[in-house]
């Protein structure tokens, strides 16, 4: 199957008065219609400026300084603004972390969602108004109407999440970026929000990057799984592969560290140190201060690429974790 979104050593940079924030350092990635890739990783490893990336919306003073984000065949770097405004929300959709700040808090969100469709479809204003309401109904709001009416200051968290979603959907987009689509929410919404996800794929086809931290989530509604740190990918695979037999040892640590029901007295192995300086990055491994694994070979060579090791499961380690 073709891919319908791949992404070519993607690098953004911040340039700032203390040097240079490599944020997003030569990432790449592929996305098959239907599916869906986890983009997991600690807070800071460059996942929410990645999805910006694809779209274009990196803030100043961040500038994306190489790579390709190739979409049906056009690489979108190389395309006109005008293009990438008729592209957002139509082809390719964003749900940011947190609704509330995304919203505009001095308009109705129902304003808001119209806004989405009257900028690419032009519609008359009560067919317009009609839409808005399915949107939000199928989004599982009881009262469209109401909610349509309404502040966000007046939205809980998961209706925010959900009118944010309304937003995204609207346009039916053939990719949909999830940056922490289920953050801040209680386990009962989270499984509502992913359940709704879900069934939007499988009616709509759309393709889905989701980015979170939530393993719980990966293993739930994830095909493939690419592990970030420090700007980096260091490891990607399908699902099951990852979670079974991670090798990288920052993967390892990342499940080390999470409490596990079928093992209730193994103890918690918090990952040591701290992440990278993102201004002063070393030419080896960013991982080398903090791994268990580390060898002369790490450090006398530089950071290792992103290599397959048993089929389609990849790995940027000189020395992985071995499970045998």
């Known amino acids: 199957m073709t891919p319908l979104l791949e992404v070519h050593n993607l690098s953004?940079?911040?340039?700032t008065r203390e040097g240079v924030v490599k944020a997003v350092n030569r990432v790449s990635f592929s996305l098959l219609p239907g599916q869906t890739l986890g983009l997991v990783g600690e807070s800071g490893a460059?996942?929410?400026?990645?999805?910006?990336?694809?779209?274009r919306l990196v803030p100043y003073p961040g500038r994306i300084v190489g790579g390709a984000v190739v979409y049906q065949g056009r690489n979108l770097l190389e395309v006109s603004e005008e293009e990438m405004r008729r592209l957002r929300g139509k082809e390719i959709a964003i749900v940011f972390q947190n609704p509330h700040a995304a919203l505009n808090p001095v308009l109705p969100v129902g304003v808001q969602v119209e806004e989405v469709l009257q900028a690419h479809l032009r519609l008359p204003r009560r067919e317009a108004r009609r839409r808005v309401e399915d949107l939000l109904r199928n989004m599982g709001l009881s009262d469209p109407e109401r909610v349509a009416a309404q502040y966000p200051f007046q939205l809980s968290g998961g209706m925010a999440q959900r009118v944010m979603l309304a937003m995204a959907l609207a346009l039916h987009p053939k990719v949909l970026i999830a940056d922490e689509p289920t953050s801040n929410l209680d386990v009962t919404l989270q499984a509502d929000i992913l359940h709704r996800l879900h069934t939007l794929q499988q009616e709509q086809g759309v393709a889905i990057l989701l980015i979170t931290h939530n393993m719980g989530v990966v293993a739930r509604v994830a095909?493939?799984?690419?592990?970030?740190?420090?700007?980096?990918?260091?490891?990607e695979g399908p699902v099951l592969?990852?979670?079974?037999?991670?090798?990288?040892?920052?993967?390892?640590?990342?499940?080390?560290?999470i409490p596990r029901l079928d093992r209730p007295d193994r103890p918690l192995r918090p990952l040591r140190g701290t992440p990278p300086n993102l201004v002063d990055l070393p030419d080896q491994?960013?991982?080398?201060?903090?791994?268990?694994?580390?060898?002369?070979?790490c450090r006398t060579n530089p950071s290792p690429p992103l290599q397959p090791v048993d089929g389609d499961h990849w790995v940027a380690c000189y020395n992985r974790i071995r499970h045998d």
């Not at 460059?46 to 779209?55: D, E, R």
């Not at 491994?285 to 070979?297: G, H, I, Q, W, Y």
């Open 223 to 235: 095909h493939r799984v690419a592990v970030m740190y420090a700007g980096t990918i260091v490891e």
């Open 46 to 55: 460059g996942k929410s400026v990645t999805a910006l990336s694809l779209l």
């Open 285 to 297: 491994c960013p991982f080398l201060p903090r791994c268990p694994k580390a060898t002369v070979v």
């Open 12 to 15: 953004t940079y911040f340039f």
């Open 241 to 257: 592969s990852i979670l079974r037999d991670p090798l990288h040892p920052y993967t390892w640590g990342l499940f080390q560290a």
